[in-house]
Nanobody, 124 residues
Framework: DVQLVESGGGSVQAGGSLRLSCSAS????????MAWFRQAPGKKREEVVI???????RLADFAKGRFAASQGNGKNTLALDMNILKSEDAGTYYC???????????????????WGQGTQVTVS
């Protein structure tokens, strides 16, 4: 079975940086597209960055200019570098993957059928 494991969460002061990593194991992710979502307490889960099977990445508007994502290890990892963190960036960050991304299709949240356990980000 494919497993997604996140790491890198923690506490940081506003203006600081964190790097989150997601690693997939148990299967090659060649036909999967990975993404990062986040959820703040009392709010809906929202997309942070998604990838498609043509290597493109789409950052959410709030992330542009502050966050950057990168893939590696044959698409088995997806890192998220977060800079200039704000209090509103706090929450649980989830790595996700979907096989519904063929032909350049941009997946949306319902398409993701693999989820990590989440990693907590606290900004004070």
């Amino acid at each position: 079975d494919v497993q997604l494991v996140e790491s890198g969460g923690g506490s940081v002061q506003a203006g600081g940086s964190l790097r989150l990593s997601c690693s997939a194991s148990g299967y090659t992710m060649r036909n999967y597209c990975m993404a990062w979502f986040r959820q703040a307490p009392g709010k809906k889960r929202e997309e942070v960055v998604i990838t498609d099977n043509e290597g493109r990445m789409r950052l959410a508007d709030f992330a542009k200019g502050r966050f950057a994502a990168s893939q590696g290890n044959g698409k088995n990892t997806l890192a998220l570098d977060m800079n200039i963190l704000k209090s509103e960036d706090a929450g649980t960050y989830y790595c996700a993957a979907t096989s519904f991304c063929a032909g350049g299709y941009r997946p949306t949240e319902p398409d993701y059928n693999l989820w990590g356990q989440g990693t907590q980000v606290t900004v004070s």
